[in-house]
């Protein structure tokens, strides 16, 4: 888990956020599927996203996804995800 957060510190998603979505619908898209509201069903998806630089044309946009489950009355963090500009 270290590394994983270690290596979301500098996403542009999450230190200069742009936009915020629950996921209905995500903000970031791009030319994967995003089956998140699928896998996740009943689960709060929270996004955090950043539309990239003009000096990428905005193709170096980014999103971090947490997925965060209601345990009995308790919320649990059980995933988190980037999403990013693929060719």
Known sequence: LAER?????????????????????????????NSLATDFPGDFLVEFHHPGTDEFGGLDWSSVIFVIRPVNDQYRLVGIFNHGWTI
């Open 5 to 33: 957060l270690d290596g979301l510190a500098n996403d542009l998603a999450l230190t200069d956020t742009v936009q915020m979505s629950t996921g209905d619908p995500f903000v970031g898209s791009g030319n994967s599927i």
